[in-house]
């Protein structure tokens, strides 16, 4: 009886995970061909110390799209070498200029990362219900 709930468990998470993945790269592929170039200015620079004690840096940008929308927000880049008043390329949606980010893959990436984990439980736990 264990095994058959831990099949059934690993099935449901490897479809949930699944499905969540394939819905964020629809997502991130959505935003890659909306997306728009802009240099954005470092206003700042958040530090954060992790559990393990690795601090990592997260720049703060601000940028006026060309309609004269100024957004701004904190960069998922964590990379300490940015400090105001440097200047850093990002991609931002039209529709919703706060969603940007410094490379539209990253969210195609993690979507795939997810994917990767979850499809084959996904698929033994379906494959095994039907055999």
């Given at each position: ?30 935003f890659k ?38 957004a701004e ?44 984990f979850c ?13």
């Amino acid at each position: 009886m264990g095994d058959l709930i831990a099949m059934w468990l690993a099935t449901v998470v490897g479809v949930t995970g699944s499905v969540a993945g394939l819905l964020w790269i629809r997502s991130e592929i959505g935003f890659k061909r909306r997306c728009v170039h802009i240099d954005a200015e470092v206003v700042g620079v958040r530090e954060h110390e992790d559990g393990d004690g690795d601090v990592h840096f997260y720049p703060i940008v601000r940028f006026t799209t060309p309609g004269g929308t100024t957004a701004e927000g904190e960069s998922y880049a964590r990379i300490n070498t940015y400090t105001p008043p440097d200047t850093i390329s990002v991609f931002y949606d039209p529709r919703d200029p706060e969603n940007f980010n410094e490379d539209p893959r990253t969210g195609i990436h993690a979507g795939l990362i997810l994917l990767v984990f979850c499809g084959p439980p996904a698929v033994i736990g379906l494959w095994s219900m039907t055999h």
